[in-house]
């Protein structure tokens, strides 16, 4: 599908409401705390016991920061002192330990994420010796399909650890810039050049890192449409494989050093975002959806253009369909089909595992009809496109009478440009890959306030 270079704004408004990003269905709000440990176990086991087991995958959570950012919604945050930084790794080795025990050895981690926080906060004995355990207890592929990425404060990181992060076997790192706008960078009390994020971008080149990504925020105070221009001018000349965009939520009011006041209007952050999408498209880049943008030749535009781009806990990913298993306080895991979350906080996810017990804290589990909206949800955010067969077949439904009235409800947007309905496919038009989280939604059965229908199985 070709990209948009540019968008109608007044469109964009009439649909552009808070959503889902949708990198679990069921949404978070909807985890309970009567899915346990004892529940995972029973996952875990089904995951091995499946004919041909599905990769793994692991993303660990690292709740540590030099500092609070202002902009920052992320929960559990606690400041980087020797000691709470040791304590933490100390139980989350201890976590790694009883989550190797349940899979078989035979099925390394392939995907590894370490984000939160700045797990830059981690020398690099530390993250060297958290790697090791997770080689020890699971192991770490070493093939082609090997994907190790860490979260990068570009900020508090010094130059040369970049060759040694890549030594240690990360091949992936995002930075996370928020802002180059100095007007908005005051606002946050964040403060990076131009010249230092060159700096960087180049000491990681030198490395050969396989695949830099860059994450900025829309709607802070003093944004304007020149600042954010001149960034991603700088940023293009740069070529990051991947540059995101996050629409700014003001969750907590106050933490800004700005006033609420000095937030963007809804209006102004829409046509910065237009702004964006026009300009990396025309710099040739490719919007995979949800304000992610790849360069051509990276994994996830080829995986797009080969209808094999997937979105999963971590986001957007060109690799196969794993069982996710997350490590820390407050990760989520996606194991046999379930989302399980870790408990939030320090005291209770070290609790649990002083009494030798996993630190599942709630999760979903997942019904047929949960099942069911998933996959087209899935579907939608990652290929852009639905195949009714493709869906009949793998959930024994006939998908115009199951999704009549989800199909009804598609009807204005079908009019305003935003979807097309085929005889045998749900297709998401360029316009409609700007809102595709919105499109998706109305397959939500605890947003779309369609009417519950049983789920008729063919026989």
Known sequence: MDRPTSFDPALLGKYDQPAPRYVTYPRRARFCEAVSAADYLQAAQASNEDPIPKPLAAYIHVPICHRRCRHCTVDGIVMHEPDTTARYLTYLKREIALQGA???????????????????????????????TLHRHFGLEKGPSRDVSLQIDPLNIALERMATLAALGFNRLNFGVRALDPRAQRAIDRSLGVDRLVELVDAAR??????????????????????LSAALRALTELRPERIGFYRHSQTQPGRLLASDAGLLLREAALALFGAGVTQLT????????MGQFAWPTDALAVAQRNGKLLRDTEGYTAQADADHIGLGAGAIGHVNGNYYQNA?????????LDA??????????LGADDLLRQDVIRRLMGEGRVRFADVERRHRIVFRNYFAPELVALQPLAEDGLVELQRGALLLTPAGHLLMNRIAMIFDSSLNELQPRRLQMLR
């Open 206 to 227: 030198r490395a050969r890192f396989q695949t830099l990504g860059v994450d900025l925020i829309l709607g802070l105070p003093g944004q304007s449409p020149q600042g």
């Open 356 to 365: 030798g017990d996993l630190p599942i804290w709630r999760g979903f589990e």
């Open 282 to 289: 025309a710099a040739g880049y490719v919007h995979l959806g």
């Open 102 to 132: 349940l899979y078989d050895h035979d099925r390394p981690i392939e995907r590894l994420s370490i984000g939160g926080g700045t797990p830059t906060c981690l020398s690099d004995v530390q993250l060297a010796d958290l790697l090791n």
């Open 344 to 352: 939030l906080a320090l005291p209770r996810y070290y609790v649990r």
